[in-house]
Antibody, heavy 115, light 108 residues
Framework: QVQLVQSGAEVKKPGASVKVSCKAS????????ISWVRQAPGQGLEWMGW????????NYAQKLQGRVTMTTDTSTSTAYMELRSLRSDDTAVYYC????????WGQGTLVTVSS | EIVLTQSPGTLSLSPGERATLSCRAS???????LAWYQQKPGQAPRLLIY???NRATGIPDRFSGSGSGTDFTLTISRLEPEDFAVFYC?????????FGQGTKVEIK
């Protein structure tokens, strides 16, 4: 069955960077892109961007441009999302999802930004 | 950017009742690229509907989606106890692929 398994929770100081991984299994990794979505505590879902697992093309949310980088490693069927210059309002659960719309989701990674 | 507005914010219903959730877009959603998700506390969202009206794998047929253009609806024909949750719509036809703010379906 399709599974997306994300890396564990992180605590970061303001100004630091975080890199979240998302390991896929149960399907052909390069057949579907990976979307990244985050959810601040008690808030709704926010689309962060999407990466093609075929050619590495990316499409980022305007508000995160310049701070976010999405990459993939097809040899290990793993996608990565790096967010830099972290601020307190980046505190959220970060999800990866299969495809342009989220056919399957990872379990989420809590990133806490606090001094 | 396409803004999705969901209504109502909260829906208070009893098990067995029918739920009708609305998602209105600020401009036309291309090719009806509209999805619906269910999210329970502490869990990742679960895909219910894609392409406005196609049920995802394993989703019971009491869930149905309809609509096109700027107006979309998720209907739950008879609420089961496990259906109470927050529901989100998302358009994926144009970037950024925005979400609605969510509708909470709670037990009356």
């Amino acid at each position: 069955q399709v599974q997306l398994v994300q890396s564990g929770a992180e605590v970061k100081k303001p100004g630091a960077s975080v890199k979240v991984s998302c390991k896929a299994s149960g399907y052909t990794f390069t057949s579907y892109g990976i979307s990244w979505v985050r959810q601040a505590p008690g808030q709704g879902l926010e689309w962060m961007g999407w990466i093609s697992t075929n050619n590495g093309n990316t499409n980022y949310a305007q508000k995160l441009q310049g701070r976010v980088t999405m990459t993939t490693d097809t040899s290990t069927s793993t996608a990565y999302m790096e967010l830099r210059s972290l601020r307190s309002d980046d505190t959220a659960v970060y999800y990866c999802a299969r495809g342009l719309f989220g056919a399957n989701w990872g379990q989420g990674t809590l990133v806490t930004v606090s001094s | 950017e396409i803004v999705l507005t969901q209504s109502p914010g909260t829906l208070s219903l009893s098990p067995g009742e029918r739920a009708t959730l609305s998602c209105r877009a600020s401009q036309s959603v291309s090719s009806s690229y509209l999805a619906w998700y269910q999210q329970k506390p502490g869990q990742a969202p679960r895909l219910l509907i894609y392409g406005a009206s196609n049920r995802a794998t394993g989703i019971p047929d009491r869930f149905s989606g309809s609509g096109s253009g700027t107006d979309f609806t998720l209907t739950i024909s008879r609420l089961e106890p496990e259906d109470f949750a927050v529901f989100y719509c998302q358009q994926y036809g144009s970037s950024p692929r925005t979400f609605g703010q969510g509708t909470k379906v709670e037990i009356k």
